[in-house]
């Protein structure tokens, strides 16, 4: 069975940075694409980056500019790198595998204003 393990969440003021991983057991991870996604409670769940098994990366317009999904095949980890946060960043972000279709349990961001 897939399990993904999100971490690296926390509180953080405007501006400021934070890197979340996701390390991934159960599966071969170098066979796995891997997304990450974010929800505000009361919104649908939103897509913010993917990379593909060969490290092709995608990102919403909305985002582009200031988030960067990296992975750690020898690690079985996915990053995502955030800078610039703004207090709309605040939600819990989760990874999944696109691949097998398995979520992390999520990672709480609160950016302070």
């Known amino acids: 069975q897939v399990q993904l393990v999100e971490s690296g969440g926390g509180l953080v003021q405007a501006g400021g940075s934070l890197r979340l991983s996701c390390t991934a057991s159960?599966?071969?991870?170098?066979?796995?694409?891997m997304g990450w996604y974010r929800q505000v409670p009361g919104k649908q769940r939103e897509w913010i980056a993917s990379?593909?098994?060969?490290?092709?990366?995608t990102y919403p317009d909305s985002v582009k500019g200031r988030i960067t999904i990296s992975r750690d095949n020898a690690k079985n980890t996915v990053y995502l790198e955030m800078n610039s946060l703004k207090p709309e960043d605040t939600a819990v972000y989760y990874c999944?595998?696109?691949?097998?279709?398995?979520w992390g349990q999520g990672t709480q961001v609160t950016v302070s204003p």
């Open positions: 999944r595998s696109l691949s097998s279709g398995y």
């Open positions: 990379i593909s098994t060969s490290g092709i990366i």
């Open positions: 159960g599966t071969i991870f170098s066979l796995n694409a």
